[in-house]
């Protein structure tokens, strides 16, 4: 669980009063000194974000130049703005240095949407000569506004907050390219030498796509690294970061398209007859590109398993809802062996941990195909219809998710007795059509257990049961109850009153 956000301000307000005393008027000093004043005390008794803490830096710089305005003192102030431009820069973009491949400045500052020039005016300043201290001034000014519409103005408005991040570039051509190349070297062993470079520099560039993945998922919640700690906080909790899920999901996405992991020739969809395996030729292709991001990743498999089912069970009750759909049975079946594979695989890699993925996966499958193999679960009208499409196409072959559920069960006794189970249930589920017959029968059995009453108590008189009298409504209504007649001792009276049918003398 993800610890409560710690933030330096007591409320928003204090926020808003900071902001405005810093941009209401450019040339109020009065007012900067306030506000550096504010940013120092909370900086004193809590930790800043990246953003507070180069907003004091900067305001700090500017109150030291309207102050000294000697041109002796030119040479300080321009070290003092090229300090708090490379700090501002330095720490927006090395929090979102992710992966094991690293990535130019330029393109996490393109994506953060942070002005190219100052990118460059922080390499100059680092590895070149100092600029002009006009080039400083200006680069100070640009700063702060970027801090006020990316930082300053969401955080006290979410709503405002803007859409400056560049789209992620297409995965499918770089993953098209490894596809091609593999294919060259498993037709060919001779070749693998030869191509290996090249297959690894494709390998960093998913890699890369990948950081760059996580990086929009920042500018999707608008957190752009400023909480520095957030990240140490999830690693100490043993939880996957949020944002490199968002990356592998939109990966595994990627990968499942058919032509990927799943060929896009049903042809070459040939299943092994033996084991419950993706065709040979994939296996081959994709094996060492899943398992490279594994090493990389730990939870790799676990999401790509995880992908799978939802896509399962998605079309589970896509083809039991909408009969009008084409459905792709091989695809499916390539997805469950593919599950499979990634879930025996993680077990292989990661065997020591406490999380069982077998386990988990077949518990979520029989969850939701208990609940569907189940027709009093769902609208009659439309399980017939599903019921006939299926004889109409001949799909009576089990589904790939019960497939995928019977081949994780197996060998596992524990599994297979939940799942004999569960199969059980689903064939001896009633059935909820009626017909004449059956209300006849019940008509009789009711009859048949009032006249046996009655005959116990011949005093009491027996109801009218025709269609028309006024207590044959009443007892239809509400069965098990009867009508007091006048030669009962029941009389009326308020709620909480006893009354005695014979009272003392």
């Known amino acids: 669980m993800r610890l409560p956000r710690r933030v330096p301000w007591a409320s928003l307000s204090e926020l808003e009063q900071l902001c405005s005393w810093i941009y209401t008027d450019e040339n109020d000093v009065d007012a900067k000194v306030l506000a550096v004043n504010r940013l120092s005390a909370w900086r004193a008794t809590t930790y800043l974000p990246h953003a507070l803490e180069s907003t004091l830096s900067i305001l700090a710089v500017i109150l030291q130049d309207n102050v000294q305005a000697a041109p002796s003192s030119h040479l300080s102030i321009r070290q003092s703005y090229s300090t708090a431009i490379i700090r501002l820069v330095n720490g927006l973009v090395d929090p979102l240095q992710l992966g094991a491949y690293a990535r130019s400045i330029a393109s996490i500052a393109n994506q953060l949407g942070l002005p190219p020039w100052l990118v460059e005016l922080r390499h100059a300043a680092t590895h070149e000569d100092l600029p002009s201290i006009d080039l400083l001034r200006e680069a100070a000014r640009e ?33 098209k390219q490894y596809k091609n190349l593999r294919k060259i070297t498993t037709r060919d ?18 890699e890369r796509w990948i950081a760059e993945a996580r990086v929009a998922a920042n500018m999707a919640t608008r957190e752009l690294g400023w909480e520095a700690n957030a990240s140490e ?40 007859a033996d084991n419950f395996s993706p065709p040979k030729l994939s296996k081959l292709l994709w094996t060492p590109l899943l398992q490279h991001l594994q090493s ?30 084409q459905p792709d049975p091989s695809y499916d079946m390539c997805l469950a062996r ?27 499958l029989m969850q939701s195909l208990g609940h569907a193999m189940n027709p009093s679960h769902r609208d009659r009208k439309s399980y017939v219809q599903f019921k006939s499409y299926i004889l109409l196409h ?25 799942l004999s189970t569960l ?26 257990l009032l006249s046996s009453d009655f005959a116990s108590n011949p005093s009491e008189p027996r109801p009218d049961l ?40």
């Open 296 to 325: 990389l990743h730990s939870d790799f498999f676990v999401i790509l398993a995880g992908r799978i089912l939802s896509i399962l069970l998605a079309e589970n009750d896509q083809t039991e809802t909408r009969t009008e759909s």
């Open 423 to 448: 199969k059980i249930l689903s064939n001896n589920t009633p059935s909820s059509d009626w017909n004449q017959e059956d209300i006849a029968i019940m008509d009789q059995r009711l009859n048949t």
């Open 233 to 272: 906080a999830i690693l100490d909790s043993g939880e996957i970061d949020p944002k490199e899920r968002w990356a592998l999901e939109r990966l595994c996405d990627a990968l499942l398209q058919k032509g990927g992991l799943v060929p896009l020739s049903k042809k070459k969809r040939d299943f092994p």
């Open 394 to 418: 001949k799909l009576d072959s089990p589904s790939s998710a019960t497939a995928l559920l019977e081949a994780l069960c197996s060998g596992v006794p524990q599994l297979e007795t939940t």
């Open 143 to 175: 700063s702060m506004v970027w801090l006020l519409h990316n930082y300053f103005l969401p955080t006290i408005n979410p709503s405002t907050a803007p859409d400056s991040s560049a789209p992620l570039r297409p995965l499918e051509p770089i993953l």
């Open 189 to 206: 062993a001779s070749l693998l030498t030869q191509y290996k470079p090249a297959v690894l520099s494709i390998m960093k560039d998913i």
């Open 338 to 364: 593919w599950a499979l594979w990634a879930i025996e695989a993680w077990e292989a890699d990661d065997s020591q941990s406490e999380f069982d993925l077998r386990k988990d996966s077949t518990m979520t």
């Open 466 to 505: 025709t269609a028309g009298s006024a207590d044959s409504t009443t007892n239809e209504a509400i069965p098990g109850w009867r009508l007091l007649h006048e030669s009962s001792c029941w009389r009326p009276c308020p709620i909480g009153v006893h009354h005695d049918p014979k009272p003392s003398a």
